[in-house]
Nanobody, 116 residues
Framework: QVQPVESGGGSVQAGGSLRLSCAAS????????MGWYRQAPGKQRELVASITSGGSTNYADSVKGRFTISRDNAKNTVYLQMNSLKPEDTAVYYC??????????WGKGTLLTVSS
């Protein structure tokens, strides 16, 4: 059973930085699409950033220039480096692994709180 596990969430002041990590076993990591999503209270889950097996990245407009997604296939881990954090970045952040066959595996989420 594939189970992504997120870590690195917490509380930070506006303008600060934090790095989220997502590790997973049970998959050939390098073949998978990886994504970070977030869900704020009362809002729908939205894509924050993604990275393909080939290394191509995509970002939500709201985080461009502030967040960076990267992956370490040797460690089966994907990262989300978040800089210049804003209160509106407060949300539960979820890791998604999508297999080459289109099967989605979600992590349980990690909470980020940004205070002003």
């Amino acid at each position: 059973q594939v189970q992504p596990v997120e870590s690195g969430g917490g509380s930070v002041q506006a303008g600060g930085s934090l790095r989220l990590s997502c590790a997973a076993s049970g998959v050939i990591f390098s073949l998978n699409y990886m994504g970070w999503y977030r869900q704020a209270p009362g809002k729908q889950r939205e894509l924050v950033a993604s990275i393909t097996s080939g290394g191509s990245t995509n970002y939500a407009d709201s985080v461009k220039g502030r967040f960076t997604i990267s992956r370490d296939n040797a460690k089966n881990t994907v990262y989300l480096q978040m800089n210049s954090l804003k209160p509106e970045d407060t949300a539960v952040y979820y890791c998604l692994i999508r297999s080459p066959y289109g099967v989605n595996y979600w992590g349980k989420g990690t909470l980020l709180t940004v205070s002003s």
